[in-house]
């Protein structure tokens, strides 16, 4: 909630002062009741309108990475009340994932309230790329990671060209560990890609979305972007 000449002000309709005047002169109603109570607190949802016309109104943006745990959906809110992403960072602003980690993915997930920044990073066309390790099922070789590499068949559509490499063979548990970096987005694209070289995905972590990592955070854990690394966004996507 922030107070009500604050989100004027913020618009770019006037000033802060301005609005303090308009909204003592009680040209200002929120939701179809006038005010002209100046410290009244309002939420971006609230529908403004000044001199009789509706407010456009602009928020600050914010910028989170979460390092995601498993068993957490990435959506607002779940119809089967499991946990969500949105129950980990305190944030009374409207944000939302950027893109989107299964239930049982961990790792590196945004959050921010910036869509233009979201269009750019989800965009295929941006190639923002993702890195993850899965653990697959059965020893992967050289052959199976030229063809991640060229492409993957999912549902009739060849996947872009992506980077692949093993990191880890075990052969006693019969699992590799498998570096998998993709510019795409598609709906459970690393699971379909492995599966579709016939190693089933065991656990999956996104380890970086274009540069970031979730070092130095704990599953569960959360940080703020800094400015420079919310421009760094910006200039990878419009690369
Ligand atoms: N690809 C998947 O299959 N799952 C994810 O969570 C992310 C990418």
Redesign the pocket.
Known sequence: MERLQKVIAQSGFCSRRKAEKLILEGKVCVNGTKITQLGTKVSYDDVILVNGKLLEKKEDKVYYLLNKPRGVV?TSSDEHQRKTVLDFIPEEKRIYPV???????TGVLLLTNDGELTNLLIHPRNHVE?T?IAKVEGLVSKIDIENLCKGIFIDGKKTARAKARIKKIDKKSNTTLVELT?CE??????????EGINHP?IK?K?EKFSFLTAAGLKSGEYRRLTVKEVKKLYSEAQK
Request: proline share 0%.
């Open positions: 990435t893109g989107r980690l299964d239930y049982d993915t993702k993850y993709i987005g598609r709906n459970h694209q690393v699971k379909k890609m492995l995905v999956l996104r």
